[in-house]
Every structure is written in C-alpha cells, then in structure tokens.
C-alpha cells in the first residue's frame, strides 16, 4: 500500500510562510498528476494546487501568486511552498498522489493532513 507522509503545518501569523512536504512510499516519478487539497471544518474539501506532467501547474484563484508546488522526483516528494498567508488559509491540507487511470479503473493515494493555521 502506498504511504503518503505530510509534514509542516503548524500555527503562524498573517503573511508568514510555510512549505508543506508531502513524501511518497512509492516512486511518483511514473505519476503525471500531484495535488494539494485543503478542507476547513463543515465544508467541502478543495482543491488547492496541481502539478500535471509538462504543463504549467494551476492553482486555486484565491492562492495564486502566494503558493507554489514543486515536484523532486529523485526524493519521491511534493511540496507546496506558502507564501503571504492570510487567516482564509487555516484549514487541513493533504497532498494527493493522482489520479491516475488504468483502463476503467482511477487510483489514487492520500495523505493524512496537515493543520495549517494562520492568525490575524
């Protein structure tokens, strides 16, 4: 079973930084789509950040210019650098390995989640 290991969240103030890691059990290098999602108590969870093959990685509205994810494929991890955070950011944030297809069936593997949470 793949194993996702997500580490730096924690509680910081408004316009600080975090960079959230997110470590594979397996090789992602074969994995075309990486992602960071985030979910706030009572609401649906959400897609945050994406990196897909050579195409430019897409971002939340709300987040672009202040995130970043980054891929290391000789590490078999995935990152999402923080930049300017603002208290709209505190949520729980898990990486995503996919999804991927094979024929008719998708996989794809989560992290645990992270707490990140931003004061004013």
């Known amino acids: 079973q793949v194993q996702l290991v997500e580490s730096g969240g924690g509680l910081v103030q408004a316009g600080e930084s975090l960079r959230l890691s997110c470590v594979s059990s397996?090789?992602?290098?074969?994995?075309?789509?990486v992602e960071w999602h985030r979910q706030v108590p009572g609401e649906q969870r959400e897609l945050v950040a994406r990196?897909?093959?050579?195409?430019?990685?897409t971002y939340k509205d709300s987040i672009k210019g202040r995130f970043t994810i980054v891929r290391d494929n000789v590490r078999d991890t995935f990152y999402l650098q923080m930049d300017n955070l603002r208290p709209d950011g505190t949520a729980v944030y898990s990486c995503?390995?996919?999804?991927?297809?094979?024929?008719?069936?998708?996989?794809?593997?989560w992290g645990q989640g992270t707490q990140v949470t931003i004061s004013a």
């Open positions: 995503r390995l996919g999804p991927r297809k094979y024929g008719s069936r998708t996989f794809d593997f």
């Open positions: 397996t090789s992602i290098f074969s994995w075309d789509t």
């Open positions: 990196s897909e093959g050579d195409h430019d990685p």
